[in-house]
């Protein structure tokens, strides 16, 4: 993707844009525009200290992307994705308008916390003629009962059939105090077998010591300076955040590695050690 300019679309009514957002932030490194000035210089110094975080954000796209495509290939037409952020390219709606004939359908529900999410989402959607069977929910992740019994969740999802269920680059925001295994399962409970659960976080990985490392650990820091805190964790400790649905092959890998379909350029190989990620299945 193409480096964006600085200009900013209008802020909704509200909308704090002297603080950086994660989202984004994260919309900046993914080349979209759905963001601002204190939101650019905040991405520009996260790459000038940590060059992968492009890189980093381009592989989660790319997973997330896989892992849409290969629930829809076993037949699940049911997709929340808590924690979505700004629209930008390559969304799970337009992953699903690209990949299904026009007499199959789907359903999407966005969830996000921050108001310039849900603006944004909502105006895309209306623009491109979505809204029938995709929405957003205004909500924090952290509360499983605010979303799951949302007007607009339950006139989009029906729980008693297969959902693919996305947390993806968001419990990396949730701290110890928030029981990220106890938000996750909250969900889990409410979901048909069949369904599946996506999950990509950020780590210290197998990266190793020196300066890359250095790099991801000085970001981390930099985050707790903003509305979303970031909290690194272990494989191990992701793994545990599926409980006890089987894991999809290949099991929990590196992004890039999960049904790659492309080779990676030299500094893409570099970034691939600093998040897991995974796809598990409710069984029957």
């Not at 997973?63 to 629209?87: C, Y």
């Not at 809204?131 to 006139?155: F, M, N, Q, Y």
Request: proline share 7%; with cysteine.
């Amino acid at each position: 993707m193409s480096e964006q300019g600085d200009a900013a679309p209008t802020a909704p009514e509200g909308v704090d844009t002297e603080k950086p957002s994660a989202a984004r932030v994260y919309d900046w490194y993914l080349g979209g525009n759905q963001n601002w000035a204190v939101d650019r210089e905040f991405g520009r110094r996260m790459e000038r200290q940590w060059p992968y975080v492009k890189p980093g954000a381009r592989h989660n796209r790319e997973f997330m992307n896989r892992a849409v495509r290969s629930a829809l290939d076993a037949g699940i037409r049911q997709f929340v994705d808590l924690g979505s952020g700004v629209p930008t390219a390559g969304n799970v709606h337009e992953v699903i308008a690209a990949e299904l004939p026009e007499d199959d359908t789907a359903k999407v529900v966005y969830v996000d916390y921050e108001p310039v999410a849900v603006a944004h989402a909502t105006v895309i959607l209306e623009e491109e003629a979505a809204t029938d069977w995709a929405g957003i929910v205004h909500a924090d992740l952290r509360s499983p009962k605010t979303v799951l019994r949302d007007r607009r969740t339950r006139e989009l999802i029906d729980f008693g059939r297969p959902v693919c269920l996305m947390l993806v680059a968001v419990l990396h925001f949730a701290g110890p105090d928030d029981d990220p295994a106890g938000i996750v399962r909250a969900y889990q409970d409410a979901l048909a077998p069949g369904s599946r659960l996506v999950i990509s976080h950020m780590s210290e990985g197998d990266g190793g010591p020196g300066e890359a490392l250095e790099g991801l650990r000085w970001l981390v820091g930099q985050y707790r300076n903003t509305s979303n805190p970031m909290w690194l964790r272990e494989r191990d400790e992701i793994a545990a955040l599926f409980g006890d649905w089987p894991l999809l092959d290949p099991g929990i890998v590196h992004l890039p590695d999960w049904r790659p379909d492309r080779s990676l350029n030299a500094i893409e190989a570099e970034a691939r050690s600093f998040a897991w990620c995974g796809v598990a299945e409710k069984p029957a």
